[in-house]
């Protein structure tokens, strides 16, 4: 799974050695870009998806995603039931045909063979050469 995308907004073009370091502090779990919150839209519609907001986050995106703890916590809790999922001790199962599976499987199978006996289907007829004088 791909680590939580958090847009961390700072006030200015740049952002400081302090924004840096708290965007640090997210962790590894967090992809963090950074986002003037002098630049943001007004506009609902045009807002950047992301799963959490930090820094000085503007008010439509504080009413529009959760602060970015929660959704780090989120992802990990998501990944986490994701991975308990998977038991490596007992191979899966080999699935087992249906007998209308099976009938289908060997009406292809004859099909296939009697083309191969014909010379083939249309589409591996040679290419059209146009006249030649």
Same mark, same amino acid.
């Given at each position: 799974? #791909?680590?939580? #995308? ?11 050695? !302090? !924004? +840096? ?5 997210? $962790?590894? /779990? ?8 002098? @630049? ?11 799963? /959490?907001?930090? /820094?000085?986050?503007?008010?439509? +995106? ?7 703890? #929660? ?8 990944? #986490? ?5 998977? !038991? ?10 249906? !007998? ?17 006996? @014909? $010379? $083939? ?7 059209? @050469? /146009?006249?030649?004088?």
């Amino acid at each position: 799974m #791909k680590p939580a #995308k958090i847009l961390y907004f700072i006030e200015g073009p740049l952002p400081t050695k !302090d !924004d +840096y370091q708290d965007a640090a502090k997210l $962790g590894s /779990g967090a992809n963090v870009v950074f986002r003037n919150a002098q @630049q943001v839209p007004n506009e609902q519609h045009a807002l950047e998806v992301c799963d /959490g907001v930090a /820094g000085a986050v503007p008010e439509i +995106y504080e009413k529009a995603f959760p602060p970015a703890e #929660k959704a780090i916590a989120k992802k990990e809790a998501d990944f #986490k039931k994701l991975t308990d999922s998977i !038991d490596d001790a007992k191979p899966p199962k080999k699935a087992q045909l249906t !007998d209308e599976q099976k009938a289908a499987f060997e009406t292809e199978q004859a099909k296939k063979k009697f083309e191969s006996q @014909q $010379g $083939g289907n249309v589409s591996k007829a040679p290419a059209w @050469q /146009g006249n030649k004088q």
